[in-house]
């Protein structure tokens, strides 16, 4: 019983000895150091943002423009020419046989 009351003793001078500590202070040069190179590392993410959302507004541009350049091109009507073959034309272009020219 004895030894329950000397530890719960000895833990409350522990405590009551922590309260009469004085609290730490920090390096002011060191604290000024580390805010400073905190914010030199942190970039907001508003400012990468705006850049993401400038490029895919650029990048959706080029789409649209290819898009109309692609349909103004389809959009043509293509002129079909036709031309009237007879017969014997037909077999000589098929055999090639309309140049002049020996071919052996």
Known sequence: MK???DLEKQA???LNSLDNLQQVEANKF???KILHRMQVM???PAVT???LMLR???VLCLFI???IATYMVLKQPKQATTKTINGADAFADA???NNNANSY
């Open 56 to 58: 895919l507004a650029g």
């Open 42 to 44: 942190y970039r907001p």
């Open 65 to 67: 423009c290819l898009n």
């Open 3 to 5: 030894n329950k009351q």
């Open 95 to 97: 055999y090639g046989l």
């Open 49 to 51: 943002a705006q850049k």
């Open 30 to 32: 060191l604290d000024a």
């Open 12 to 14: 409350e001078q522990t």
